[in-house]
T-cell receptor, first 115, second 109 residues
Framework: NAGVTQTPKFRILKIGQSMTLQCAQDMNHNYMYWYRQDPGMGLKLIYYSVGAGITDKGEVPNGYNVSRSTTEDFPLRLELAAPSQTSVYFC??????????????FGPGTRLTVT | RKEVEQDPGPFNVPEGATVAFNCTYSNSASQSFFWYRQDCRKEPKLLMSVYSSGNEDGRFTAQLNRASQYISLLIRDSKLSDSATYLCVVNRGDYKLSFGAGTTVTVRA
């Protein structure tokens, strides 16, 4: 199993450009998440999905969009990039354990700089 | 008030020492708890889950105090490789997790 994969690893965008961050998982997890992590801060939830065709906003969704057409893939779209979107983006997936918890497994992250 | 609060540290300890730190959570309905480890510029990785009063995994011991709403992590016989940021993570019973900002531990030779 590759687990959770993300591409690209690094990207520099100019203000106003758009891009899509790719995320895929091969663990057949229903739940997938996008987070951003700014220096010295905790992870903030951008969007999440409970299954193919179902997505919902997290804490900080403005400036982002997602889609979930398959169980495996959960791309994050940035429209009109702004310097405030400079961050490290992590994708994660999870499943419901027998204990009813949702341990999450993370991809390696995408470091995005907007200048 | 933040949902999950941690002492950011850093905790600088010599090899072989014991280090312990806490995390507090605000939602009394929280159901399950985790410690994740994050190395510099890497993704968080699950270190251990804490389901009841606590559990032990090798040199790592996690304790949960529901009455006071805190979780602790203790590392015995610290190794250089234990240097990392430790994230306290709380599950409220749904499929979303709340992450603390992390406690940095540096183990020196």
């Amino acid at each position: 199993n590759a687990g959770v994969t993300q591409t690209p690893k690094f990207r520099i965008l100019k203000i106003g450009q758009s891009m899509t961050l790719q995320c895929a998982q091969d663990m057949n997890h229903n739940y997938m998440y996008w987070y951003r992590q700014d220096p010295g801060m905790g992870l903030k939830l951008i969007y999440y999905s409970v299954g193919a065709g179902i997505t919902d906003k997290g804490e900080v969704p403005n400036g982002y969009n997602v889609s979930r057409s398959t169980t495996e893939d959960f791309p994050l779209r940035l429209e009109l990039a702004a310097p405030s979107q400079t961050s490290v983006y992590f994708c994660a997936s999870s499943y419901s354990t027998l204990r009813g918890s949702y341990e999450q497994y993370f991809g390696p992250g995408t470091r995005l700089t907007v200048t | 008030r933040k949902e999950v609060e941690q002492d950011p540290g850093p905790f600088n300890v010599p090899e072989g020492a014991t280090v312990a730190f806490n995390c507090t959570y605000s939602n009394s309905a929280s159901q399950s708890f985790f410690w994740y480890r994050q190395d510099c510029r890497k993704e968080p990785k699950l270190l251990m889950s804490v389901y009841s009063s606590g559990n032990e995994d090798g040199r790592f011991t996690a304790q949960l105090n529901r009455a006071s709403q805190y979780i602790s992590l203790l590392i015995r016989d610290s190794k250089l490789s234990d240097s990392a940021t430790y994230l306290c993570v709380v599950n409220r019973g749904d499929y979303k997790l709340s992450f603390g900002a992390g406690t940095t531990v540096t183990v020196r030779a």
